[in-house]
Structure formats: structure tokens, C-alpha cells
């Protein structure tokens, strides 16, 4: 293969998997009732003057098969990347051949701090040139700020990638963005506000606290009986959508690549019409 073309394939069989996740998770996102099986319980806190509403159980209404394709994608934008940095250790210079186990040490560096960076150059990206490093270090998650890093599409995909190849099967998640309370019957109390908890903010977890019924006491055991109605989004987490993770880390990764080669014609052969326009 011709320089940086396998890491090109590697981003290629990427977009495909992007493209059947993305539709799966639009066919879905297109229907109606779309819920997320869950249980929730409620006290009165006589403290603030209001009726919490925790959740108790959370089943994940996405199939577990999102969460096998995620990781596929996440191991060929990784692999497309460490594709690069083998292709500039093997175009560097170095006085004298690494050993195997070294050669299995070089890796594209995703770094949150400078010195991480810094001090990973040595076994990372041994013998590259000291243009190409810069190529790589432009695209390091500490160089918009350290304290952002860890919001750096590339950190997450470093972390997803770790976690799907080491530990478990990373799972699309659902986050809610609206919400809406049926059959909302007070007993023993006149509801005057509704307010969001945290639990609202982000992947809804058991002993979140949903949200706040204030209420005035009426009788000696104030209750509400209440079924809440989310609208979900699939996510990887709280701060990052599903669509946008697969949106920006395939823009992302394309942007290196670009920096080193264009895109050979056997990309073209392999994606064929889902080739973005921008590539």
C-alpha cells in the first residue's frame, strides 16, 4: 500500500459503520413513542416545603447491537490515527532500528497535557520528523486549554476506545431533553411550582432527583401520583450527543489525514457514494 492508505481504509470502513449507526438511530428517533422504561418513587421533604421525584430504575431503551457498532467505529478512527504515526516512523529517521516490542509501543499520541505529549514523543512517534510532530501536536485535546481537554472529541475517542477494548461494551445512552408530567394528581397538598433537578441534566441514573413538586400542605400525608414522559436524545455521555460524536470525529480524523495525503482511489472504491463532500 501506498503511504497512509491503510489508514485511510481504516477511516473509510469508519464512515460506513457511521452511516448505518446514524440511520438507525434516525429510524428510531422518528417514532412517536419512543420511551425510556423506568421506575421512580416520591416523599415529602418536609424541609423545603416540596415533593422530590427520584429514580429508582433505569432500563436503556436503545438495543445493545448500537452498542457493538459504536465500538467498531471508535476502533477504526482510532486505528486510522495510530495508522498515521506508523507511516511517519516508517518515512523518519532513527540511528539504529527499534526492536519489535518498541515498534508495538508507536501510537498517535492523544494527549491532555503538554508534558504528557511531550514526554510520549520518545515511544510514541520515535524518529518522525520534527515537521510531522508539529502536524500531530496541532491536533493535541491540551491545545485549546488544558482545563477543556477532557471535551476534546479525540479524548473521548481515546477513552471509548480504551474502554470498549478493555473493560465492556460501551452503550449509547439516552439523554432527555424534554419532559412533560402525566396524570399529575395531588393528594393532601396544592401543587403551586414544578422545578428541574439534576437529574435532568444529564443520563438519568438511579437516586438522581428528577425534579421538585413545591406544594402547599393540606392534610396530614402529602403525595403526588405522576408519570413522567421524556423526549430522549442518544448520547456517549451528559456533554456529547451520539450524532455529533459520530459527526465531529469523522471530520476530525479526516482533517489529520489530510495534513499527510490525499484520499487514494481505492477509498473512493471502498465508500463509494457515502464519501463526504468535504473529503
Known amino acids: 500500500m501506498e503511504p497512509f492508505e491503510s489508514a485511510w481504509l481504516k477511516w473509510g470502513q469508519a464512515v460506513i459503520d457511521t452511516h448505518v449507526l446514524r440511520d438507525n ?26 415533593i422530590p421525584l427520584l429514580i429508582v430504575e433505569v432500563e436503556n431503551p436503545f438495543p445493545p447491537s448500537w452498542g457493538l457498532l459504536l465500538g467498531e467505529i471508535v476502533h477504526n478512527y482510532r486505528c486510522a490515527l495510530d495508522h498515521i504515526a506508523w507511516d511517519l516512523y516508517r518515512r523518519g529517521r532513527l ?9 508495538q509501543n508507536i501510537g498517535f499520541p492523544i494527549c491532555s497535557k503538554r508534558k ?22 496541532r ?5 485549546p486549554g488544558e482545563s477543556r481537554a477532557h471535551l476534546h472529541v479525540f479524548t ?13 461494551i460501551q452503550p449509547v445512552v439516552g439523554v432527555p431533553d424534554k419532559v412533560a408530567f402525566d396524570d399529575l394528581r395531588p393528594s393532601d397538598c396544592s401543587l403551586t411550582r414544578i422545578t428541574m433537578g439534576r437529574g435532568f441534566t444529564g443520563t438519568l441514573e438511579p437516586g438522581a432527583e428528577l425534579a421538585q413538586f413545591y406544594v402547599k400542605k393540606d392534610g396530614p400525608n402529602p403525595h403526588i401520583d405522576v408519570q413522567p414522559r421524556f423526549s430522549l436524545t442518544p448520547a456517549i455521555h451528559e456533554r456529547l450527543t451520539l450524532i455529533d460524536f459520530l459527526r465531529q470525529t469523522m471530520s476530525a480524523t479526516a482533517i489529520v489525514l489530510r495534513q499527510f495525503s490525499d484520499p ?14 468535504q473529503t
Open 156 to 168: 473521548v475517542l481515546r477513552d471509548l476506545s480504551n474502554a470498549d477494548k478493555h473493560r465492556s
Open 116 to 137: 504528557t505529549f511531550n514526554d510520549s514523543l520518545g515511544q510514541k512517534l520515535p524518529g518522525v520528523e520534527r515537521t510531522d510532530r508539529a502536524i500531530v501536536r
Open 95 to 103: 540511528p539504529k532500528p527499534l526492536s519489535e516490542r518498541q515498534e
Open 139 to 143: 491536533f493535541q485535546p491540551y491545545i
Open 264 to 277: 487514494p482511489p481505492s477509498l473512493l472504491n471502498l465508500v463509494g457514494p457515502l464519501m463526504p463532500a
Open 25 to 50: 438511530v434516525l429510524e428510531m428517533a422518528s417514532q412517536p413513542d419512543l420511551k425510556m422504561p423506568s421506575t421512580y418513587t416520591t416523599y415529602y421533604d418536609v424541609k423545603r416545603h416540596c
